[in-house]
């Protein structure tokens, strides 16, 4: 069974500082994304990855970064976190097979900024 | 560009009727439709999918969803509803465009099922 692990359940940070999500995969696939969740917004694509240093942006980039040095991790970055990115982060992962497979999910993390 | 509709916000309906749950999309090219549940604290679980072929696709719990080309729709059906059954619904769209294919989802749907 495909296991998706965010580092942190529930985070509660201050405006200005820099935060860090770490999400692991361990079933080897190619993509990983990093959505947030908002209440009648639905999920919206911040970054995704389709290989090791590589990333694209995805709908809202603006005031993250993400990192994948390994194939398995990926992490999503608040340079300068603010108040408008409270919100529930969910890390996803699928294989590179021409979006037949779904993406499988972390339990997410509750992100509050201060 | 690609979209997905959820109509409603919130469906209710009583244990033991049968439910639906409604999507609607807009692709330019061959649509890849999927339903995903999430209960509370959790992330999102694959419930089911279309890729081609028979047009009624069955899932897990029991869930099903027809696939109808011709009104753009990807309702999720289930004919006996369960008080476990309640939780967030979201309904997604990609399509074969070559590359990476990027997932658009709904804005979700809460079912309450009622004792």
């Known amino acids: 069974d495909v296991k998706v692990t965010q580092s942190s359940r529930y985070l509660v940070k201050r405006t200005g500082e820099k935060v860090f999500l770490e999400c692991v995969q361990d079933?080897?696939?190619?993509?990983m994304f990093w959505y947030r969740q908002d209440p009648g917004l639905g999920l919206r694509l911040i970054y995704f990855?389709?290989?090791?240093?590589?990333?694209e942006k995805g709908d809202i980039p603006e005031g993250y970064s993400v990192s994948r040095e390994k194939k398995e991790r990926f992490s999503l970055i608040l340079e300068s976190a603010s108040t408008n990115q409270t919100s529930m982060y969910l890390c996803a992962s699928n294989p590179s097979t021409g979006g037949i497979q779904p993406q499988h999910f972390g339990d997410g993390t509750r992100l509050s900024i201060l | 560009a690609q979209s997905v509709a959820q109509p409603e916000d919130q469906v209710n309906v009583a244990e033991g009727n049968p439910l639906t749950v409604k999507c609607t999309y807009s692709v330019s090219g061959n649509p890849y439709l999927f339903w995903y549940v999430q209960y509370p604290n959790r992330g999102l679980q694959f419930l089911l999918k279309y890729i081609t072929g028979d047009n009624l696709v069955k899932g897990s719990y029991g869930f099903e969803a027809e696939f109808n080309k011709s009104q753009t729709s990807f309702h999720l059906k289930k004919p006996s509803a369960l008080v476990s059954d309640s939780a967030l619904y979201f309904c997604?769209?990609?399509?074969?465009?070559?590359?990476?294919?990027?997932?658009?989802f709904g804005t979700g749907t809460k079912l309450q099922v009622i004792p």
């Open positions: 079933m080897d696939h190619e993509n």
């Open positions: 990855s389709y290989d090791v240093k590589m990333k």
């Open positions: 997604a769209v990609t399509m074969n465009s070559g590359g990476y294919q990027k997932v658009t």
